[in-house]
């Protein structure tokens, strides 16, 4: 299964994090230099109603080199586990599906949220970034990404310059990453808008996309509390960006699900995003308050809003404790549909997948932090809920009669991390 839908990987964040990071660079102390820095993390995510669950494993190893240059490796090891929800509506009748692989098929109960109980894959992502102080005003940044599962190959290569202004009070910086992934999923890639249950329905054994993004970003220091930092963003994906395990039902005028085809999206794809943080360190406590907003849009009818705050919270003996609060609100694409009318001509782009819908999502959580042996140990629990919205009187018949189309769901996240 393809986990490029997980909040795991993005290359467009790998992006903003290096770029971020050339705003605040750090000198190494003599002490310091030749030693590694070491990250461990773990995560564990479970979706509600025994869909989804994942366990990652992260290590993250850090060099300071000498004054001016430092290195950086990471390995990631997801492993996914449940089931995932296939687009097809609900129904007040048992439905049958064919396999993604088009090898089999799996039953869903009446009432039930369609799922693909077949979901599981296991991913191993390799990175390393370099930076290195070009001069007193001039810090560059370099990496590269690998990440290969089952049926999925990404690879990627970044890159950030940032030049100091104003007394070292003012940062600019520009950076670019470039992607090229390559799909292959099991049975081969479907052709869209054919029944699943057509024996012809592949094209091609496999298919690739590529993704250019470029980062402009602005930091500042306002005074002795305060920082400040503005990112534009944007990114152009050309390539094969349709799901291949996404399908869509086709409903009679009852409501009732007598057929499903393959999805279908646009092969290009524009995305923008402006985003907005500051960082106050509340004197003479030493909390720190981290507030953030985004706005992003796309040439597919997406835009979306999303706030997120934290609030570090420093206790006794070098302990702390961290609350988390995130929304997030998006709109619907252009293309995305529950599902399509029988007889009626199917439009040339279609999804029913509910990522791309109409939705709101929560975030609470909590970290705390403490001392193990002169190191950071540190555990975070948070609850995710998404609320997807739509058209209710599209539950229609007898087929839906009494149904929610659009179910809510909600996952735990339990994070920890290792810092020696």
């Given at each position: 299964?393809?986990l490029?839908?997980?909040?795991?990987?993005n290359?467009?964040?790998?992006?903003?994090?290096?770029?971020?990071?050339?705003?605040?660079?750090?000198?190494?102390?003599?002490?310091?230099?030749?030693?590694?820095?070491?990250?461990?993390?773990l995560?564990?995510?479970?979706?509600s109603?025994?869909?989804?669950?994942?366990?990652?494993?992260?290590?993250?190893?850090?060099?300071?080199?000498?004054d001016?240059?430092?290195?950086?490796?990471?390995?990631?090891?997801?492993?996914?586990?449940?089931?995932?929800?296939?687009?097809?509506?609900?129904?007040?009748?048992?439905?049958?599906?064919?396999?993604?692989?088009?090898?089999?098929?799996?039953?869903?109960?009446?009432?039930?949220?369609?799922?693909?109980?077949?979901?599981?894959?296991?991913?191993?992502?390799?990175?390393?970034?370099?930076?290195?102080?070009?001069?007193?005003?001039?810090?560059?940044?370099?990496?590269?990404?690998?990440?290969?599962?089952?049926?999925y190959?990404?690879?990627?290569?970044?890159?950030?310059?940032?030049?100091?202004?104003?007394?070292?009070?003012?940062?600019?910086s520009?950076?670019?990453?470039?992607?090229?992934?390559?799909?292959?999923?099991?049975?081969?890639?479907?052709?869209?808008?054919?029944?699943?249950?057509?024996?012809?329905?592949?094209?091609?054994?496999?298919?690739?996309?590529?993704?250019?993004?470029?980062?402009?970003?602005?930091?500042?220091?306002?005074?002795?509390?305060?920082?400040?930092?503005?990112?534009?963003?944007?990114?152009?994906?050309n390539?094969?960006?349709?799901?291949?395990?996404?399908?869509?039902?086709?409903?009679?005028?009852?409501?009732?699900a007598?057929?499903?085809v393959?999805?279908?999206r646009?092969?290009?794809r524009?995305?923008?995003?402006?985003?907005?943080r500051?960082?106050?360190?509340?004197?003479?406590?030493?909390?720190?308050?981290?507030?953030?907003?985004?706005?992003?849009?796309?040439?597919?009818?997406?835009?979306?809003?999303?706030?997120?705050?934290?609030?570090?919270?420093q206790?006794?003996?070098?302990?702390?404790?961290?609350?988390?609060?995130r929304?997030?609100?998006?709109?619907?694409?252009?293309?995305y549909?529950?599902?399509?009318?029988?007889?009626?001509?199917?439009?040339?782009?279609?999804?029913?997948?509910?990522?791309?819908?109409?939705?709101?999502?929560?975030?609470?959580?909590?970290?705390?932090?403490?001392?193990?042996?002169?190191?950071?140990?540190?555990?975070?629990?948070e609850?995710?809920?998404?609320?997807?919205?739509?058209d209710?009187?599209?539950?229609?018949?007898?087929?839906?009669?009494?149904?929610?189309?659009?179910?809510?769901?909600?996952?735990?996240m339990?994070?920890?991390?290792?810092?020696?």
């Amino acid at each position: 299964m393809q986990l490029k839908g997980k909040t795991f990987t993005n290359i467009s964040i790998t992006l903003a994090a290096a770029s971020c990071a050339l705003a605040a660079p750090v000198t190494a102390q003599p002490s310091e230099l030749g030693s590694w820095d070491v990250d461990a993390g773990l995560l564990i995510y479970a979706e509600s109603d025994h869909q989804v669950q994942a366990y990652e494993g992260a290590l993250s190893l850090t060099k300071q080199i000498d004054d001016e240059r430092s290195i950086n490796l990471k390995g990631i090891i997801d492993v996914l586990t449940g089931a995932s929800p296939n687009g097809a509506v609900t129904q007040n009748k048992a439905q049958t599906f064919t396999r993604p692989s088009g090898n089999g098929s799996y039953i869903t109960a009446a009432s039930d949220t369609s799922i693909d109980d077949t979901f599981h894959d296991t991913r191993v992502a390799l990175s390393t970034q370099y930076q290195q102080q070009l001069s007193r005003l001039w810090l560059y940044s370099g990496g590269a990404y690998l990440s290969k599962e089952y049926d999925y190959l990404a690879l990627s290569i970044n890159s950030a310059l940032a030049r100091d202004f104003n007394n070292r009070n003012t940062t600019a910086s520009l950076g670019f990453s470039y992607a090229y992934d390559t799909i292959e999923p099991e049975g081969g890639i479907p052709d869209p808008g054919v029944s699943v249950d057509d024996p012809n329905n592949r094209l091609t054994d496999s298919d690739t996309k590529q993704t250019l993004d470029f980062l402009f970003g602005l930091t500042q220091v306002i005074d002795r509390q305060t920082l400040m930092q503005l990112n534009y963003s944007i990114s152009d994906v050309n390539g094969y960006q349709t799901d291949p395990f996404k399908i869509l039902s086709v409903v009679d005028s009852n409501g009732w699900a007598n057929d499903y085809v393959y999805e279908n999206r646009p092969d290009q794809r524009t995305k923008q995003s402006l985003f907005w943080r500051t960082k106050y360190n509340i004197q003479p406590s030493g909390q720190v308050l981290d507030v953030s907003y985004r706005y992003f849009w796309d040439d597919w009818g997406i835009t979306s809003h999303t706030i997120d705050s934290k609030w570090r919270v420093q206790l006794s003996n070098q302990h702390f404790i961290e609350p988390h609060l995130r929304y997030y609100c998006q709109q619907a694409a252009d293309f995305y549909r529950v599902y399509l009318d029988e007889g009626q001509p199917a439009p040339e782009y279609m999804t029913a997948d509910y990522r791309l819908g109409e939705l709101q999502t929560y975030t609470v959580g909590l970290k705390y932090g403490l001392p193990i042996a002169g190191n950071e140990f540190s555990v975070r629990l948070e609850y995710y809920l998404t609320q997807v919205s739509g058209d209710d009187s599209l539950a229609k018949g007898a087929g839906m009669a009494g149904l929610d189309i659009y179910p809510d769901k909600s996952a735990i996240m339990l994070q920890s991390f290792y810092r020696f």
